[in-house]
């Protein structure tokens, strides 16, 4: 199934802004990739996806403010995080959307008020 590992989260104050990263160990060149969240206590939700076409969509809580992108090449997806609220708390994930792999462990981001 491969592997995928989250990294560039942290604590940031609100307002700031994180880039987050997720490598696959395997192709994601003709999958829609996705990035997920999920916070204490709360279900996983879907935060971001990105076609192999290049087509984005975004839930109605990151819309004007995260950018999800990818580069085949190096089998990596993005999450840009701007203007971050205390509500975007949580451990973030990224997956293939139509059949997900193992989910990775993660990278936690944390935003102060």
């Known amino acids: 199934q491969g592997q995928l590992v989250e990294s560039g989260g942290g604590l940031v104050q609100a307002g700031g802004s994180l880039r987050l990263s997720c490598t696959a160990s395997?192709?994601?060149?003709?999958?829609?990739m996705a990035w997920y969240r999920q916070a204490p206590g709360e279900q996983r939700e879907l935060v971001a996806s990105?076609?192999?076409?290049?087509?984005?969509r975004y839930a109605d809580s990151g819309k004007g403010r995260f950018t999800i992108s990818r580069d085949n090449a190096k089998k990596t997806v993005y999450l840009q995080m701007n203007s971050l609220k205390p509500e975007d708390t949580a451990v973030y994930y990224c997956?293939?959307?139509?059949?997900?792999?193992?989910w990775g462990l993660g990278t936690q981001v944390t935003v102060s008020s």
């Open positions: 395997r192709t994601i060149f003709s999958s829609t």
């Open positions: 990105v076609t192999s076409g290049g087509i984005t």
């Open positions: 997956n293939y959307f139509l059949s997900p792999a193992s």
